[in-house]
């Protein structure tokens, strides 16, 4: 892992953090700065999961493939949108007070 490597991630996961947010609309805390770590969040889970439906499942759609330097952009936005969603609804029951 380079630093061109790091660059080109981080770029991803903030376009994939704001993607995320614009699929699940809701109030991520931090700002631009969670929005980013959603995105690294995201790119992670959304490359795994798309690693396990490959390897498991044998799913091969052309289109979760793309990828720019071996950062799959489709898995990685969709992962975004679960944990924008997976993170918001924990904080809603963290603040629900009967």
């Known amino acids: 892992m380079d630093l ?3 660059a080109v991630q ?5 376009v994939c953090g704001l993607l995320g947010n614009f699929l ?4 991520v805390p931090g700002k631009f700065l969670g ?10 889970f959304g490359a795994w999961g798309y ?3 490959k390897t498991q499942y044998g799913v091969a759609a052309p289109f979760l493939s793309w990828n720019v330097v071996n950062v799959p952009i489709i898995p990685s936005i969709v992962g975004s949108a679960v944990v924008i969603y997976a993170l918001t609804t924990v904080l809603r029951w963290g ?3 009967p």
């Not at 981080?10 to 903030?14: D, H, N, Q, R, T």
């Not at 699940?24 to 109030?27: E, F, G, L, W």
């Not at 929005?35 to 992670?44: E, I, P, S, Y």
């Open 10 to 14: 981080l770029v991803i996961a903030s």
């Open 95 to 97: 603040r629900y007070n």
């Open 51 to 53: 690693h396990l439906l």
């Open 35 to 44: 929005l980013v770590l959603v995105g690294f969040v995201g790119v992670w």
């Open 4 to 6: 061109s490597y790091l």
């Open 24 to 27: 699940i609309p809701r109030h």
